[in-house]
């Protein structure tokens, strides 16, 4: 029963990192060297953009040791007018259609369900792209979800992440490398490296575990950089190559009872080592939807965690935070929200 448990923590907390650290938003436009008029915008078609097509289907539950080994259909990629989707909530298809936050969505809580999750499969119209997705989901989901939302602005209690006193102690990380030439691979050693995943490639993750099946180490290969993890019967030790501050509070986010809004004001990338006890663990596990051995009543607010599980300041994050010489100050701000007014369980048929 242990191992069990244990892989079901590891496997949401490499899901966790997965959707926050190397995004499920499309990525930005690549720049491209031909002449100014090639770089305009797509004309949307009347009514707006919509896909030609869309099969939506409910996902199955991830098998941990298909996930433990990258197997798992999880994330979004595109592919030429192809639109991939899998094993994602209902919470997660209105942050990525409506460009937020998970924490800005207000909705019954089965929206973050481990076992409500879909697979989407669509073909996207002529003339589109992939930064016409989110405005398609938005029809899709309206379509099929009889999805029927509205925006607020309300105060609400977060985590700021700020500097310290003593200032940052993180270290930027290395410039990219130049994109290599296309070779010929068909005879590559058998040591060489491999390339790193396309911007909109899904996130690949891999986890070896230890003689003891307690212990093991994970590695999560990202187009925006890896992560390497060890975990153990006490928690995890996190260490990511590249991120930003934005997507470092939204998944230190994860693992804490508030959201974290980024008010570091740095820029850039940077290199960053962050500890997890078990509780840490087993508080993402909750904001992903997977029903975790002692926890208490889910919380009505989709991605918030029971009274249970309120974090506490000494913790591992806190302390993790503390020894980059960033802070985690408890706060009262204004955020946007979308109100869910009215959704469907299920889409309409196929």
């Known amino acids: 029963m242990k191992r069990s448990i244990s892989e079901k923590l590891v496997v949401a907390a490499l899901l966790t990192l997965a959707s926050v650290a190397f995004g499920q938003a499309p990525a930005a436009p690549a720049v491209d060297a031909k002449p100014a008029a090639a770089a305009v915008a797509p004309k949307p078609p009347a009514g707006g953009w919509a896909f030609e097509v869309a099969t939506i289907k409910p996902a199955k ?11 798992a259909h999880v994330g979004m990629k595109t592919d030429a ?3 991939d989707i899998g094993f994602m909530s209902l919470n997660d298809l209105i942050s990525l259609a409506y460009k937020v936050k998970d924490y800005q969505i207000s909705g019954p809580d089965w929206m973050n369900a ?5 697979d989407i499969l669509a073909k996207m119209p002529e003339g589109a792209t992939k930064d016409q997705v989110p405005e398609m989901l938005q029809a899709l989901l309206a379509e099929r979800f009889k999805l029927v939302i509205h925006h607020e602005t309300k105060d609400r209690a977060v985590y700021a992440l700020v500097v310290g006193k003593g200032g940052s102690k993180l270290k930027e990380s290395p410039p990219d490398p130049p994109a290599p030439a296309a070779v ?11 390339p790193a995943p396309a911007a909109d490639a899904a996130p690949q993750f891999k986890v070896q575990r230890g003689a003891d099946g307690q212990s093991g180490t994970a590695t999560v290969h990202g187009p925006d950089g890896d992560a390497k993890m060890s975990f153990g019967p ?16 939204e998944m230190l986010g994860r693992f804490v009872d508030r959201p974290v809004v980024d008010m570091t004001d740095l820029k850039g990338n940077y290199q960053v080592a962050v500890d997890l006890a078990m509780e840490d663990l087993k508080n993402a596990a909750r904001k992903f939807g997977a029903a975790v ?10 991605g918030s965690l029971p009274s249970d599980a309120a974090s506490d300041p000494s913790g591992s994050v806190f302390t993790s935070v503390m020894q980059l010489g960033l802070k985690l100050d408890p ?12 959704i469907e369980k299920m889409p309409t048929e196929n």
């Open 61 to 71: 539950m991830i098998n941990p040791a298909d996930a433990m080994h990258g197997k």
């Open 81 to 83: 007018a192809r639109v």
């Open 114 to 118: 481990m076992d409500h999750r879909f």
């Open 331 to 342: 706060r009262k701000a204004p955020l946007d929200l979308i109100v869910i007014e009215h």
């Open 293 to 302: 051995p002692g926890a208490g009543p889910s919380s009505e607010a989709a």
């Open 184 to 194: 010929d691979k068909s005879d590559g050693a058998p040591g060489d490296a491999a």
């Open 234 to 249: 006490n928690g995890m030790h996190m260490e990511l190559a590249k991120m930003t501050m934005a997507k470092l509070a």
